[in-house]
Nanobody, 122 residues
Framework: VQLQASGGGLVQSGGSLRLSCTAS????????MGWYRQAPGRQRELIAS???????NYANSMKDRVTISIDNTRNTVYLQMNSLKPEDTAIYYC?????????????????WGQGTQVTVSS
């Protein structure tokens, strides 16, 4: 499985971005896809995850400002982010889990994308 993330960039505070992550390879084995982020000097943290059937889970960090969705026809998961703040500046990673669970732990994601930089200016 290979994951290609895109959609990051520089945005002003209050702006929006939509991140995309396209999976290729043995995609039939993927059950859950998630988005994580890591800011400088901080641990990687979950933002949201979705099963291939559309069951979603949101962490508290951005819960009211993001929407995760999946398009199985395009093998792509999206993260719509609104009302962005400077503290949202981080590298955003998508990940794929093969486990048949709704909310895998971080170490249960077997595949990770390369990350896409999101920078929010004040």
């Amino acid at each position: 499985v290979q994951l290609q993330a895109s959609g990051g960039g520089l945005v002003q505070s209050g702006g929006s971005l939509r991140l995309s992550c396209t999976a290729s390879g043995s995609i039939y084995s993927i059950n859950v896809m998630g988005w994580y982020r890591q800011a400088p000097g901080r641990q990687r943290e979950l933002i949201a995850s979705t099963t291939d059937g559309g069951i979603t889970n949101y962490a508290n960090s951005m819960k009211d400002r993001v929407t995760i969705s999946i398009d199985n026809t395009r093998n792509t998961v999206y993260l719509q982010m609104n009302s962005l703040k400077p503290e949202d500046t981080a590298i955003y990673y998508c990940a794929a889990s093969l486990l048949v669970v709704a909310t895998p732990r971080e170490n249960e994601y077997a595949y990770w994308g390369q990350g896409t930089q999101v920078t929010v200016s004040s």
